[in-house]
């Protein structure tokens, strides 16, 4: 059972290089969410997506882009890292309308130096 | 005002202690609330729904309160492995997403 997979697990970017983040669920979930995490600031949804081949911005999708090409799979990217976005990051997916419960993915560590 | 605020604690107790929690959300549309639980570092896993009626799972006991607009989880019996930030979540405006509380974190000692 793996439910919602994370990849990579940390990595380590340079101000200005560009990164994938990949999310991917065997749960046939229709949504699909990215949350950052930062110390006091709990969870903040980046974007998510309602079905294959729709996105939607979240409270702080500056920065980032996404895409869901395959109903499994959700993408986060950055374009051009900035230290702002050092965080941890969480997948999470659902079934029901968003109003349903969510399962999240282990995390994946950024630092952008 | 955030949607769904806690009081952050640190709350501590002793082991076999009881100890409540409450939060509070703004969005009185929302229609779906749950609890969950987050350990140092890890992701947040789902403790439980909490239902207009109010619901049990275990030591476990969370209560929604629709007209004051909050929540609360009851934890009786309280064992070491219940250290852990405890989040409160209510449905979005939209209805697609959901807002996450910042967390009350329990410290229960031996």
């Known amino acids: 059972n793996a439910g919602v997979t994370q990849t990579p697990k940390f990595r380590v970017l340079k101000t200005g290089q560009s990164m994938t983040l990949l999310c991917a669920q065997d749960m046939n979930h229709e949504y699909m969410y990215w949350y950052r995490q930062d110390p006091g600031m709990g969870l903040r949804l980046i974007h998510y997506?309602?079905?294959?081949?729709?996105?939607a911005k979240g409270e702080v999708p500056d920065g980032y882009n996404v895409s869901r090409l395959k109903k499994q799979n959700f993408l986060l990217g950055l374009e051009s890292a900035a230290p702002s976005q050092t965080s941890v990051y969480f997948c999470?997916?659902?079934?029901?309308?968003?109003?349903?419960?969510?399962?999240f993915g282990d995390g994946t560590r950024l630092s952008i130096l | 005002r955030k949607e769904v605020e806690q009081d952050p604690g640190p709350f501590n107790v002793p082991e076999g202690a009881t100890v409540a929690f409450n939060c509070t959300y703004s969005?009185?549309?929302?229609?779906?609330f749950f609890w969950y639980r987050q350990d140092c570092r890890k992701e947040p896993k789902l403790l439980m729904s909490v239902y207009s009626s109010g619901n049990e799972d275990g030591r476990f006991t969370a209560q929604l309160n629709r007209a004051s607009q909050y929540i609360s989880l009851l934890i009786r019996d309280s064992k070491l492995s219940d250290s852990a930030t405890y989040l409160c979540v209510a449905t979005r405006n939209s209805g697609y997403a959901l807002n996450f509380g910042k967390g009350t974190s329990l410290l229960v000692t031996p």
């Open positions: 999470a997916s659902s079934s029901d309308r968003g109003s349903g419960p969510q399962h």
């Open positions: 997506s309602v079905g294959e081949g729709t996105t």
């Open positions: 969005n009185s549309a929302s229609q779906s």
